[in-house]
């Protein structure tokens, strides 16, 4: 696997629709510029979730499986209106479920 972080420019890619990626690092908050995205799957991925997440309102599959994300899940993933699969199993995420996640309607 690549390691490193995924650089900031990955933000002007505004028409990708499918991120899958097997890299160490983080995820920069530039991910949140892709406004186009439906799935975003990474791997071995550490840090924080990044709260921009919430700004990917077309995605439809958000898959946070076998990552060593720390912290909590941002409340900002209940914006993700067009959500219609969370996966969150096999991660170091910690805390409670947000709320907000309970207001996604599909």
Do not use: C, M
Not at 13 to 20: A, C, D, N, T, V
Not at 63 to 82: E, M, Q
Not at 99 to 104: P, V
Request: overall charge negative.
């Amino acid at each position: 696997s690549l390691s490193g972080s995924i650089p900031s420019e990955i933000g002007l890619l505004s028409k990708l629709k499918y991120l899958e990626a097997v890299f160490s690092g983080t995820l920069p908050t530039e991910i949140g510029l892709l406004s186009n995205l439906e799935y975003l799957n990474p791997w071995s991925f550490n840090g924080t979730l990044p709260t921009e997440i919430g700004k990917l309102t077309n995605l439809l599959d958000l898959n946070l499986r076998h990552n060593a994300f720390s912290g909590t899940i941002p409340s900002d993933v209940g914006l993700l209106t067009s959500l219609t699969q969370l996966e969150l199993g096999s991660s170091s995420l910690s805390g409670s479920i947000p709320t907000e996640i309970g207001l996604l309607s599909k």
